[in-house]
């Protein structure tokens, strides 16, 4: 088996900036989409200063960055900010931050897009998308499990629009040794659901009967059992060993709630979830003390966050890191290949390694190597 090479970026935007490359002068023109009005502007802003940071590092004044204002789910604007980079020259475009219009965006054969969503990892014609997908998550996830010795797991999300969409993925990555779960996101009806699926009343009822039999018993062994029972609230297992959690914020915490108000404890059913982009919101009104789920490079994030704020005194958008990495990582190709001229530029069987971590252009998709990271001492640890 052929080892894959692991390009740094960091790396390479230093190693490219020497003299090997000195005779080239042509301009590298890069365009970017970003919500500059509307609803999402405040991400257009941050996407634009994230990309002046790597500018910054990269320290090549051939690159030129052509911003443009893709509006908020505007298709008119989309389209007249295309044309508009376009005509200055632009091959390259950074962007849409989503996956809205791309049914539009292919009909631009002559242009590449390098986009921010996170829902297509699959390579299209002429777009790249970068985001920490849903498959790049679940692999991560179904990794670690293994390691753990996970093999019954439940996979549990939200029964609202993006359920249809969470399954066909969970079908196309072919996972082992799961069963899927969908609740309601009316808390009334979701304890009920998540009663039913742990067997709650039974295991309660269980518990109840044992307990009076060893009432009746007088003997040491059925008395001291009868005080371990008495801390308890059910008895009995439940037919999973761990569960997959995709779910956000107040969801997420309510979610977390009901399992552990019908009795799963931590010690038998392993808690994991999707990305949280290590919201500490997450520490607080949650009952589990420790749930795992794959994410981005922390030192990195980290590291990233301090320069952003020390340099424009504004915190970033979390997504904004990949604009980061994407300006070094076309810089990459433009001079590995002495230009782009085409979506083949980018598919190579190299890893990269940028700030995030590590992904794969290849076999027709983009994924992420996504580390685990738990919550421990309100804190994120590294697993």
């Not at 390694?353 to 001492?377: A, C, D, M, P, R």
């Amino acid at each position: 088996m052929i080892k894959l090479l692991i390009i740094t970026l960091s790396y390479l935007l230093l190693f490219f900036n020497s003299s090997l490359f000195s005779a080239e002068t042509k301009e590298l023109k890069i365009g970017l989409l970003a919500p500059f009005s509307g609803v999402y502007k405040d991400l257009g802003q941050s996407i634009l200063l994230s990309t002046q940071l790597a500018l910054d590092e990269i320290d090549d004044s051939r690159i030129k960055i052509i911003p443009r204002d893709s509006g908020s789910n505007d298709l008119l604007k989309l389209k007249e900010a295309i044309k508009d980079i376009s005509d200055s020259g632009a091959k390259v475009i950074l962007g849409p931050t989503d996956s809205v219009y791309f049914d539009e965006l292919e009909k631009y054969n002559d242009l590449i897009f390098i986009s921010l969503s996170n829902n297509h990892p699959n390579i299209k014609k002429n777009i790249v998308s970068i985001g920490i997908s849903l498959e790049s998550q679940l692999k991560s996830i179904e990794k670690f499990l293994v390691t753990q010795n996970k093999y019954r797991t439940i996979i549990m999300f939200p029964d609202n629009k993006y359920a249809s969409f969470i399954e066909k993925k969970v079908s196309l990555l072919k996972l082992k040794n799961y069963k899927l779960f969908k609740y309601s996101s009316d808390p009334k009806l979701l304890t009920g659901q998540i009663q039913k699926l742990t067997n709650y009343g039974q295991r309660k009822r269980n518990l109840e009967s044992r307990v009076k039999i060893l009432e009746e018993r007088e003997d040491t062994e059925s008395v001291r059992e009868l005080k371990k029972l008495k801390q308890k609230y059910t008895l009995g297992g439940v037919n999973f060993d761990s569960v997959i959690i995709i779910d956000f914020g107040s969801s997420l915490k309510s979610v977390l709630t009901s399992l552990v108000f019908s009795d799963i404890s931590e010690k038998d059913v392993l808690y994991t979830t999707v990305n949280q982009w290590f919201d500490e919101s997450i520490f607080y009104e949650n009952s589990i003390k420790t749930l795992y789920y794959p994410s981005v490079n922390l030192k990195n994030f980290k590291k990233y966050n301090k320069k952003y704020f020390e340099t424009f005194n504004l915190k970033p958008n979390e997504i904004t890191i990949l604009a980061y990495d994407a300006i070094a990582l076309i810089y990459y190709f433009w001079k590995k290949n002495k230009g782009i001229e085409s979506i083949n530029n980018f598919l190579i069987k190299d890893k990269i390694k940028g700030k995030i971590g590590i992904f794969t252009f290849n076999e027709g998709k983009v994924f992420q190597e996504l580390n685990i990271y738990k919550t421990y001492n309100n804190s994120f640890v590294k697993y």
